[in-house]
């Protein structure tokens, strides 16, 4: 019989085709020792089976996973669905060349009404409870039955105008319960049957969902741009959830071992307190630098950068990384080598070799040739563009670094150049009068 799990402690890097990118990096965290919230792989090969049975997953696959729960039932000491101690679990992509939010992801699966109730009493936060619950409804609904997330988003602006406010996090846990019961009606209304309680028979239709994204419109254009062979498939992981929106003391964030921009060696990244990962990239809240996490959770901060030291020595590479703190507790929720500029990937690939991480063949690889014509042209210095962009707005500076006796003068001089585009390009064009640059 063929193998198409993996537990996160059966696998390892090497099997990235398998296991796609993030199921091997995690099951390559999980043997280095990194607190990575546990859970399975379902391989590239069962998404292949599932198009070729007809977008089904045949009886084996399904065995298969349902004995996987099993298991991370056994490793976490929590019960799928279990109202007194319940798992709730995230499903994701995970191909075997990165593909960033190309693909469907379902959070929080395992979550019902008498979940919820026990959730609600044991964080002490019955509105991160519900609201949890709703945004489940509203992505099951949405990514693995197919229903529109406007009607949702209806539902939520109908409240928030009956409430009198502006923003979600202004809803109460009474008005978001409310509303957890009027997106399981627009279920029904727009499927016709009552919203699935069993999580296991939720779990089926989370990892259809994923199999069937790796064939959605952004997906196929994706791959067709960034080369990526159809015949691939995406694996599915299946892992413990982890909190950053339970309270002050949780938090969620994303890093880089070095600057992307720049390849300057150090932290990068940024970080939310109270939040779920989607919520920083999202643009709804102000991000910190990661390096005020330092202040926020000191223990976890200090174990973060020695995960951070501990990766980049492990690939010998730039690690891009996300992570959550619930509670204090950090958890490793992703890692893989980062993206870079050009101009950042010839100085990580150089400083690589003076640390003695890598071979200066093995640095020469590392450069993508078609980056290499962006580093032979001339560029203007990046610090002196800032510059330039700020003495727009400061008359007084731009007049006197043009040597214009007054603002009058100077006004005269830029007559008819009133756009901005258009002054920027004026002083770019007479370098001779910027003593400074």
Same mark, same amino acid.
């Given at each position: ?11 390892? $890097? ?5 296991? !796609? ?32 049975? @007809? ?7 399904? !065995? ?29 992509? !995970? ?26 009493? $044991? ?24 229903? !529109? ?85 995406? $694996? ?10 339970? @309270? /002050? ?92 500029? $050009? ?29 290499? /014509? ?64």
């Amino acid at each position: 019989m063929a193998k198409w799990v993996y537990m996160f402690t059966e696998g390892n $890097a090497d099997m990235r085709n398998l296991l !796609g990118g993030k199921g091997a990096n995690l099951a390559e965290m999980t043997n280095l020792g990194l607190p990575v919230p546990q859970g399975f792989t379902v391989t590239t090969e069962a998404c292949t089976q599932y198009y070729e049975d @007809g977008r089904q997953i045949n009886d084996e696959i399904m !065995g298969q996973i349902m004995e996987a729960i099993d298991k991370m039932e056994g490793i976490t000491g929590k019960k799928f669905g279990d109202a007194k101690n319940p798992l709730l679990v995230s499903v994701r992509s !995970g191909a075997r060349a990165s593909m960033p939010g190309m693909m469907d992801t379902i959070l929080n699966l395992g979550l019902n009404e008498e979940v919820v109730e026990t959730l609600s009493q $044991a964080s002490g936060n019955p509105r991160w409870a519900w609201d949890c619950y709703r945004r489940f409804i509203q992505m099951f609904s949405d990514v693995v039955m197919e229903v !529109g997330k406007k009607y949702f988003e209806e539902l939520i602006d109908k409240m928030k105008e009956e409430k009198g406010v502006k923003q979600d996090v202004d809803l109460d846990a009474d008005d978001l319960k409310k509303l957890a019961e009027q997106f399981k009606a627009e279920y029904k209304a727009k499927i016709g049957e009552d919203f699935p309680t069993d999580p296991k028979v939720r779990a089926d239709g989370a990892v259809k969902a994923v199999f069937r994204s790796w064939d959605n419109p952004r997906a196929n254009v994706y791959r067709r741009d960034n080369d990526i062979p159809y015949s691939w498939g995406t $694996a599915v992981n299946v892992q413990m959830m982890a909190f950053g929106n339970m @309270g /002050d003391d949780c938090g969620t964030g994303v890093a880089f071992t070095r600057d992307p921009a720049t390849g300057e060696n150090g932290l990068f990244g940024e970080f939310l307190t109270n939040a779920q990962g989607e919520d920083v990239v999202a643009g709804v809240r102000t991000p910190m630098h990661i390096s005020e996490m330092e202040e926020k959770f000191p223990e976890a901060f200090k174990q973060f950068k020695e995960v951070c030291k501990t990766l980049e020595t492990h690939y010998r590479d730039m690690q891009d990384m996300e992570f959550t703190v619930e509670h204090g507790k950090l958890y490793m929720l992703q890692t893989r080598n980062g993206k870079r500029t $050009a101009k950042a990937a010839l100085k990580i690939a150089c400083d690589l070799v003076d640390e003695g991480m890598r071979t200066e063949e093995e640095a020469v690889a590392m450069i993508d040739p078609r980056n290499l /014509d962006s580093l032979l042209h001339p560029q203007f210095d990046a610090k002196a563009l800032k510059e330039l962009l700020q003495w727009q707005s400061n008359w007084e500076h731009l007049r006197e670094l043009l040597a214009v006796k007054s603002s009058s003068q100077l006004m005269t001089l830029l007559h008819g150049l009133k756009e901005e585009k258009k002054l920027f390009w004026f002083v770019l064009r007479h370098p001779q009068k910027i003593s400074q640059v």
